[in-house]
């Protein structure tokens, strides 16, 4: 049995107010109600997700420790922004390993390490296309930023998408190489590099 309590506030959250559950995104509070288990009373944070068609209720007192958190300031929109304008850094494992990794920060609800997600899965037109499930989490990473966005600076998602798109084409040129085949390149050059060496120090040593 659950009742609408006539407090609108509580942990510093208020009904009407949107708010990020790492899980899910973004969300809003509909409203703070008091349900009974086990003969004590719960508090409850009431959270409708509009674009999954959800609705979650979140016990007050483990809010903060489940990582749900107020929308990002307009401050550190700006910087998960410049984030995606960066170079993508994509470690040299598996897929399924940072298949994993990315899947983990979509969920941290953390804004940076998602924007990371947009910045390294990002494929340009010049670039091979992405696999599948490349693609799937590309746009499970868009939409979450995206739907941030959107709330913080009150536009439409679509239009926060247009924004992130506009950020990343600001990075650096992507052609068809893939991001980290630089990188890879320079570590083989400098072993190269220190095997010559190694050479030419044994050659000195058995003249």
Known sequence: MSSPKKASASKGFKTGESVVYPAHGVGKIVSIEEQEVAGMKLELFVVDFEKDKMRLKVPVAKAAAVGMRKLSETDFVERALKVVQGRARVKKTMWSRRAQEYDAKINSG????????????????????????????????????????????????????????????????????????????????????????????GKEEAA
């Open 110 to 201: 953390d804004l940076i390490q998602i924007a990371e997600v947009v910045r390294d899965l990002y494929r340009a037109d010049t670039q091979p296309e992405q696999s599948y499930s490349e693609r799937q989490l590309y746009e499970a990473a868009l939409g979450r930023m995206a739907r941030e966005l959107a709330a913080v600076n009150e536009v439409s998602e679509t239009e926060a998408v247009r924004l992130i798109e506009e950020n990343l084409n600001k990075g650096p040129k992507r052609g068809p190489k893939a991001e980290g085949d630089d990188e890879a390149d320079d570590d083989a050059a400098e072993d190269d590099t220190a095997a010559d060496n190694d050479a030419s120090v």
